[in-house]
């Protein structure tokens, strides 16, 4: 399973195995793949859960969505115990100064988090940085990265034009909800950051304007600027 290979002129294709519900059991990354490539010194990027709860249109889950559909639970967990030994354990080879953690929307779950961040605060205690969604942050959890050593929180806003959003990239949020997101940052003295995408079809040069507005409201330490690519 999982397999697709050549035979006797043709391709075949095996079927695709049930998601693994047990993230624990899987070994450690191997990252001294990458040594010779990249300053292993600079940071670590892990991942503490597998998935995300969103199906964005330009976005590669939205693919990975479908593909395992009925194949079990789409976002699942590690155990905090887990995540903390990879870094440690990663941190005693290569003594980065920071972590990233590269999950979907790192602030999905506040009791996981919460457990999460004790253990890394006490194990390792280094700045980090995560990924967000306007629906999954609050007072609290910006209160707890902040306390917890985070020194960047990223969002995917994309556009800021709702209509664009909803109709076009299947984001489900309104500006609304993304306001009330950066002000938690903001109250919580966290940092953050926003990414755009330029070239969404139907978006003109007004809604490029009105973005601008938009952002300018809500002071931010940086804006993450993408062009719309096709595949």
Known sequence: RNIWFKKDGGIIKNPLRQLNGDLDNIPFPDKSLFENYIDMKAKYMVMASRGCPFSCSYCSISTLRELYKDKGQFVRFRSAGKVVDEIVSARSKYDF???D???DVFTINLSKMDALLKEYVKEVALPF???SHPL????TKARLLKESGCCMVQFGIQSTNEVSR???LCRPEKNSDIEKALDSCKAAE?????DHIFGIPGEAEKELVEAARFYLKHKHQKIGCFWLSYF
């Open 129 to 131: 940085t995560c990924l």
């Open 136 to 139: 999954y942050m609050d007072t």
């Open 101 to 103: 953690f590269h999950d």
């Open 190 to 194: 966290l940092p953050f950051q926003v």
């Open 97 to 99: 100064k920071s972590v």
């Open 166 to 168: 909803n109709t076009v």
